[in-house]
């Protein structure tokens, strides 16, 4: 199927119907998982897809459907409803489509070439990267390992005679496994995502930071509640800056539910805190020419030393905040109206190693695991259970689990006072590790 | 390791607050002519079991020990009002089919969204690939098979005009609005859906249904421009129409809104290990992560589970008993049968103290020998079934629950949590209040912000030291790499001795 036609004339169909302007957004891909258990193939599952979102305005008023069926008859049916919902909706100026052209240069977002790669090919390396994982004697048992591959391809037109797609690829490899000694037990895990087969990382890597990982937090020494420091691993940046990316997002600024809205040029946190967004970056997972309605991708800053230098909008939110796009709307797929989120995050590095952060942290956790849902974009506070190591004296003591880590988002980023320059940009939330002076930490 | 986890709403709300734009979705008479004529047209749902015998055949043409087909249609509808605004909304119509085979421990699994004949063929062929060199298995003959309904409905979806919806979401909105001045914003979220299944087994099972499913949400935001607190309130069931006449619209609101007021004079919490008092309610989430997932017999299965070996042995205080039941009517969490066909029931899982079993799953039930406990279920046609809970809760007991918060001296009172997350093999789960107080000398005081109680399953299920009277429920969203729709309940329980995670000591 013609899929770029299809959707430039549902949105003359659309038209045609009484709609003032629409937007078709059509999505098609195929998928493959293979996951291992103890050398076994565990399941395989494989599949197509497609499926079209409709967005209509009629007077001012939105209406949305989507659908997977491509009949024409259930494609009528669809419009028509997306057009009587559109008519039975409150008016907002704000419903507008985007009409910028273009798209951003990003290049490898497609490998052609993984679906050549042999079935049996696959299966077996989810089986090596199992089996090395499993090589270390420390690490008792596998919970897993698996191969996914996906293509997407994505087609938008709207009314304002946009008309755009591109097609993408990705394909990952992951295992986990488990670590026990007497009542014990541990799990690691590890996985690489890339646009590209060849891109991946050497199975002995992954193998090697998942048994890492299930073993290093064997026999956890408890601590007293305390305050001390916090350097925080690149895997758990996730966890203090992802409240922080919410709470930028441009609606929850305009609906005053964000701890950041009255924050814009002024600063709320340490000088040493810079972070980009980027929809740009070669081979980037979370790079794409265009955002969730089609418009460009870009690099952009949103804190810079500290000051919150943007937020990030899709075309509705950034009318209604009287500026333009910065071309983040997101998609949960086709079945959902634009959102907004970033693309790849990453943060400025700083100049230190990460031993030298450890050598000069006097007493403190080194955070490796952290639970809980992080900051809370509307009131700015930090919660969760934590999982690493303790340092005294600039040096690693033990292994600490069953910890808790808490504060507020101002005192927690103003504390940020060492940051490190290990930072891996393949990741889709890029951070060195960092440390924050002092923080809450329950124990015994 | 796929992280388990739970929360009370759907996580786009966590990190979007938003689909933007406007929709105000309902049906008028137009538009329920047209829904009626989607859903009389879903012709997937009509294929006949001749063509479901031959997709199953060719399924296990190859070898294998089982296998099923699960046909879906589902039509969904969202309305969500923010700021006094009818902002966005949702009308989707989703269907689609997959084959599964299991060949020993191993199973295949193909999808398509296109169901026709042609494509349920490809997909058993595609899924007979981990049965290679076996010999051809002949599946049962198609049998309609029959199983008990626990879901009635007075008042069908379809027959309600829109401006009923419009009405409750608005009476909710004005509602949370005049609780109080300081609450500055409320957003109500309308879903509602109805998910018609086909599932043809290669044991001659044949069934077929239809079950709605209404999800109600108010978020209150107070500000008092010192603090901020966004507060919710949820209601489902699988109903009719007349879930509204049961709990209003109003009462949902102004739960939302009274915690909103509520917790604008919290303080920061204390950190620590303490005694904890969790209300009734949704707080049964705690067991259902801490101990309902590591009761699904997958990980058991493979060996690595925290239960493993563990049935028939203590593995928690004699007041504690739990139970998962897929039949209470009319429950978020009630399932009639599950998506593999096996009637649903009560499972009593621990009995006073001691284990009792797992739930299991088609696969699971073969591998470790045990029963099917009715537990196999799915998200939608693009997964497989996997063993997952339905309504899980902690039996009541005894205690008066004003009792067992005057004999607390000193600890955390837990009116509501947002939601959690368990590693099933390690049994280590975490928490985030939402609502919570200081116990101080048997009283609730102050509000306390940003507690996090977390601690390993084994410990919680021992330390409970008291058990209420006064079993409640509450709906959530469970996730463990595809989403189910349950319930979690407890009577007020105390449980001594959990870390809790706050910002001062």
């Known amino acids: ?444 | 390791m796929e992280k388990l986890n739970i929360r009370d709403i759907p996580r786009r709300k966590f990190i979007g607050l938003g689909l933007k734009g406007g929709v105000l979705v309902a049906a008028t008479p137009a538009l329920m002519t047209q829904l009626v004529s989607c859903r009389g047209k879903a012709p997937g749902l009509d294929m006949d079991k001749e063509t479901l015998s031959k997709v199953i055949a060719r399924a296990l043409a190859r070898g294998g020990d089982y296998a099923d087909v699960y046909i879906e249609n589902r039509i969904s509808r969202q309305i969500i009002m923010e700021e006094s605004k009818f902002r966005s909304g949702l009308y989707g119509i989703s269907q689609g089919a997959g084959v599964r085979v299991i060949a020993g421990n191993q199973t295949g699994y193909a999808y398509t969204d296109e169901i026709t004949p042609e494509k349920l063929m490809r997909a058993a062929e595609v899924a007979s690939y981990v049965a290679q060199g076996g010999g051809a298995h002949t599946p049962a003959d198609l049998t309609s098979a029959k199983r008990e309904s626990f879901v009635t409905v007075q008042k069908p979806l379809a027959d309600i005009a829109d401006e009923k919806r419009i009405e409750v979401i608005e009476r909710a909105n004005d509602a949370a609005l005049s609780y109080d001045p300081r609450i500055k914003m409320a957003m109500v979220d309308y879903y509602d859906q109805v998910r018609s299944r086909v599932i043809a087994t290669s044991e001659g099972v044949y069934l077929r249904d239809e079950l709605p499913l209404l999800f109600f949400i108010v978020q209150a935001m107070s500000d008092d421009g010192n603090a901020r607190h966004m507060a919710r309130e949820r209601l489902s069931y699988h109903s009719g129409f007349e879930m509204f006449e049961k709990v209003t619209p109003e009462q949902v609101a102004e739960n939302a809104a009274r915690e909103a007021i509520a917790m604008l004079s919290a303080e920061a919490s204390p950190a620590g290990i303490m005694d904890v008092v969790m209300q009734n309610g949704w707080g049964g989430v705690l067991v259902h992560e801490a101990v309902g997932h590591p009761l699904e017999a997958d990980n058991i299965a493979k060996g690595i589970g925290a239960f493993t070996g563990k049935v028939g042995k203590k593995v928690a205080s004699d007041l504690f008993t739990m139970v998962d039941d897929g039949t209470i009517p009319n429950f978020r969490g009630t399932i009639n049968f599950d998506d593999e066909g096996t009637q649903a029931r009560k499972n009593v899982l621990i009995e006073n103290g001691v284990l009792l079993g797992y739930m299991t799953d088609v696969l699971s039930a073969k591998q470790l020998g045990m029963e099917r406990t009715g537990n196999g279920r799915r998200e939608s046609f693009r997964y497989l079934p996997i063993p997952r809970m339905t309504n899980t809760y902690i039996e009541k007991g005894e205690s008066d629950p004003a009792d067992i918060l005057a004999s607390t001296r000193k600890g955390i009172y837990v009116q509501s949590l947002s939601g959690g997350s368990v590693n099933p093999v390690t049994g280590v789960f975490n928490f985030t209040c939402r609502e919570a107080y200081l116990i101080e000398n048997g009283k609730k005081t102050k509000p306390v912000r940003g507690a996090t109680l977390i601690g390993s399953c084994m410990d919680v299920i021992s330390n409970i030291d008291a058990v209420g009277n006064d079993l409640d429920f509450g709906p959530g969203i469970c996730g463990k790499g595809q989403s189910a729709e349950v319930t979690a309940g407890q009577p007020t329980v105390r449980i001594r001795g959990i870390n809790v995670g706050g910002s001062r000591a």
């Open chain 1, 1 to 444: 199927m013609n899929y770029k036609d299809l959707s430039e004339k549902l949105v003359q169909k659309c038209l045609r119907s009484g709609a003032d302007a629409a937007e078709v957004y059509i999505e098609t891909g195929r998928r493959l998982s293979v996951r291992i258990l103890n050398s076994e193939v565990d399941t395989i599952q494989e599949a197509a897809t497609a499926g079209v979102g409709i967005r209509v305005i009629v007077d001012n008023r939105l209406g949305f459907c989507h659908c997977n069926d491509f009949s024409s008859k259930a494609l009528d049916d669809t419009i028509n409803m997306a057009i009587a919902f559109a008519k039975l909706t409150s008016p907002d100026e704000f419903n507008i489509l985007p009409s910028e052209e273009g798209m951003a240069e990003v290049n490898g977002l497609y490998d052609p070439s993984i679906i050549d790669v042999p079935m049996q090919q696959k299966i077996d390396m989810a089986k090596e990267l199992e089996s090395l994982a499993l090589k270390d004697p420390r690490v008792s048992k596998s919970s897993g390992s698996g191969f996914g591959e996906g293509e997407t391809e994505i087609f938008i037109a709207n009314s304002n005679g946009l008309s755009k797609s591109y097609k993408s690829s990705a394909c990952s490899v992951s295992v986990s496994v488990v670590a026990e000694k007497g009542d014990q037990k541990n799990t690691g895990g590890e996985s690489c995502s890339r646009r590209y087969f060849n891109d991946l990382l050497p199975l002995t890597e992954i193998a090697a930071a998942a048994s890492r990982k299930a073993y290093e937090l064997i026999d956890p020494v408890m601590v007293k509640t305390q305050r001390a420091s916090v350097v925080f691993d690149p895997d758990v940046a996730r966890s203090l800056f992802g409240g922080v990316i919410q709470a930028l997002n441009g609606d929850m600024v305009n609906q005053g539910a964000s701890f950041l809205g009255n924050s814009l040029n002024e600063k709320f946190a340490s000088e040493l805190l810079t972070i980009y967004d980027d929809g740009t970056i070669e081979r980037g997972m979370a790079s794409r020419p265009f955002d969730g309605e089609g418009v460009p991708t870009s690099k952009r800053l949103l804190v810079e030393k500290g000051v919150a230098r943007g937020f990030i909008y899709n075309s509705s939110a950034a009318a209604r905040a009287g500026t333009i796009s910065t071309g983040n709307a997101s998609r949960g797929g086709f079945t959902s109206l634009p959102g907004i989120s970033t693309h790849s995050v990453y943060l400025e590095p700083g100049k230190y190693l990460p031993n030298e952060i450890i050598a000069a942290t006097d007493k403190g956790l080194l955070l490796k695991g952290v639970t809980g849902y992080g900051i809370d974009p509307v009131s700015g506070n930090f919660s969760g259970g934590a999982t690493g190591f303790w340092i005294e004296k600039g040096e690693i003591k033990h292994p600490v689990k069953g910890l808790t880590i808490a504060g507020s988002a101002s005192e927690i980023l103003n504390g940020i006072d060492m940051m490190g320059n290990d930072i891996d940009m393949q990741r889709t939330f890029a951070a060195p590790t960092f440390r924050v002076r002092e923080m809450q930490i329950g124990g015994i």
